[in-house]
């Protein structure tokens, strides 16, 4: 197997246009009804955030609290999932989406799967908690895309969350979330068996483009909301842009 794709990847399956949490900002991001409208404006893969709640269920939320997005309060581990699945999760977005619930990974799962949509997982680890997190996310989504010929990739900010990723479920290909070229990374993103690093849209440049492509990597970048952005990445010839504006969005080419 290439040491450079050691998930035995044998070309890039996943489409250039990632919608942010679901629907960018139009919908509650993180929610069923966010999935829905991406997948109405067109979009064929998804970004989400996943963690854990206390009895172990992934689920979908950016925070490592409950108060921005939901109507509960406390840490986002604190609560079973029996809990959590009783929170609005939408009403702090528009009275049109009160109600709205948080959603498992299995409940994204089966949209993306029945819309034929690619998934980007971030795991999202609480503090403390990337090696349980990591692993628990990996193997739901082994689980969960069993026999589906486009695997979701999981990336994370967290090289231990990778790394039990990849103990758990290597088969499943990784990327390296990077919101600044701390030293080291790329030996990390090598040791972790990465396919791809997921940048700041700042970050990127010829060089870097330069150093991912001799090490076999894909560069996709997040989040590219403005047209000056785009033009200027895909320039660079990344290999995906994970956006929140569905609106300009729907008049590009979502290839």
């Known amino acids: 197997m290439n040491p450079a794709n050691p998930t035995g990847l044998s070309d890039w399956p996943y489409p250039y246009w990632i919608a942010h949490r679901g629907a960018g900002k139009e919908r509650p991001e ?14 064929s893969m998804f970004e989400c955030d996943v963690k854990l709640s206390a009895d172990g269920v992934p689920f979908l939320l950016h ?20 809990e959590l ?28 799967l029945q819309q034929g949509a690619a998934l980007n997982i971030e795991i ?17 989504a082994r689980a969960l895309w069993q026999g ?6 999981l990336s994370s900010f967290q090289p231990a969350a990778l790394q039990a990723a990849q103990q758990a479920a290597p088969e499943l290909p990784r990327a390296l979330l990077l919101d600044t070229l701390w030293s080291g990374w ?5 040791q972790l068996g990465c396919v791809a690093i997921v940048c700041q849209h700042r970050l990127p440049d010829a060089a870097l483009m330069q150093q991912a492509r001799a090490m076999g990597w894909r560069v996709l ?8 952005d ?25 290839d």
């Open 30 to 43: 993180n929610t069923l009804c966010a999935f829905e409208h991406g997948s109405a404006c067109g979009f």
């Open 63 to 82: 925070d490592d609290t409950l108060e921005r997005t939901t109507n509960g309060r406390g840490p986002a581990d604190a609560l079973p999932w029996a």
């Open 85 to 112: 699945a009783q929170l609005d999760a939408g009403g702090w977005h528009s009275s049109n989406s009160a109600g709205e619930p948080l959603p498992t990974l299995a409940t994204i799962a089966a949209h993306c």
């Open 124 to 140: 999202k680890p609480m503090p403390g908690q990337e090696a349980a997190t990591g692993s628990a996310v990996a193997l739901a």
């Open 148 to 153: 589906q010929r486009v695997p979701p990739l």
């Open 186 to 190: 790329p030996e990390v993103a090598a």
């Open 221 to 228: 970048c997040y989040t590219a909301n403005r047209a000056a």
């Open 230 to 254: 785009v033009q200027r990445l895909r320039a660079l010839g990344v290999d995906g842009l994970i956006t929140d504006e569905m609106h300009w969005a729907r008049s590009q080419n979502l």
